[in-house]
């Protein structure tokens, strides 16, 4: 009996770390339809982005990303508001 399309390949796990990718994350993105033509080859070409799943609930994809250095928001106290004429 053939078993074909079972194996999708051979790779090498590498450690991010020792590579000096020290910050792992997962971002929620919400893409419509009409967005997929542009954001999904972008995140296809983007080497950061290991891993790219299309979800269900209130987002349509969860990326699984990696970065040697980065700032993360934690929580936001003033949106965005600009310069307030006077």
Same mark, same amino acid.
């Given at each position: 009996?053939?078993?074909?399309?079972?194996?999708?390949?051979?790779?090498?796990? +590498?450690?991010?770390?020792?590579?000096?990718?020290?910050?792992? /994350?997962?971002? #929620?993105?919400? &893409?419509?339809?009409?967005?997929?033509?542009?954001?999904?080859?972008?995140?296809?070409?983007?080497?950061?982005?290991?891993?790219?799943?299309? +979800?269900?609930?209130?987002?349509?994809?969860?990326?699984?990303? /990696?970065?040697? #250095?980065?700032? &993360?928001?934690?929580?936001?106290?003033?949106?965005?508001?600009?310069?307030?004429?006077?």
């Amino acid at each position: 009996m053939e078993a074909e399309g079972i194996l999708t390949g051979f790779h090498a796990s +590498v450690d991010p770390i020792q590579l000096g990718y020290h910050i792992k /994350a997962y971002i #929620s993105l919400e &893409i419509s339809p009409a967005q997929k033509p542009e954001v999904y080859p972008f995140l296809r070409a983007h080497p950061n982005v290991l891993e790219c799943d299309c +979800v269900t609930g209130n987002y349509s994809v969860l990326l699984k990303v /990696a970065f040697s #250095s980065t700032m &993360i928001v934690f929580s936001t106290i003033v949106e965005n508001r600009g310069v307030v004429p006077e």
